[in-house]
């Protein structure tokens, strides 16, 4: 059975940091490629950082030069390290696993844990 735990979510003042970490079992997390995703109140999830089996990340936009995704694969975990927080970083953070899909050609996120809130608010 697949299992993705997020933790390291809570609240934070604007400016300030935090690091997710994701810890898989049930699957060789070392063939996933693993990304972050958020879901803000009244909003569709979005693709914040993506990292490939073999340490390839792109990052949405909105977060480049402030969030870091990185994976340990002895350890089964994936980080996102997010500096220089902003209110509107506020949201349900998940963690998911993918595999590649040859048929389209595309990593298709068929894992997800349970999420972990980040609130960014003075």
């Not at 697949?2 to 933790?7: I, P």
């Amino acid at each position: 059975q697949v299992q993705l735990v997020e933790s390291g979510g809570g609240l934070v003042q604007p400016g300030g940091s935090l690091r997710l970490s994701c810890a898989a079992s049930g699957i060789i997390f070392s063939g996933l490629a693993m990304g972050w995703h958020r879901q803000a109140p009244g909003k569709q999830r979005e693709l914040v950082a993506h990292i490939t089996p073999g340490g390839i990340t792109n990052y949405a936009d909105s977060v480049k030069g402030r969030f870091t995704i990185s994976r340990v694969n002895a350890k089964n975990t994936v980080y996102l390290q997010m500096n220089s927080l902003k209110p509107e970083d506020t949201a349900v953070y998940y963690c998911a696993g993918a595999q590649f899909e040859w048929s389209r050609r595309t990593w298709a996120y068929d894992y997800w844990g349970q999420g972990t809130q980040v609130a960014v608010s003075s």
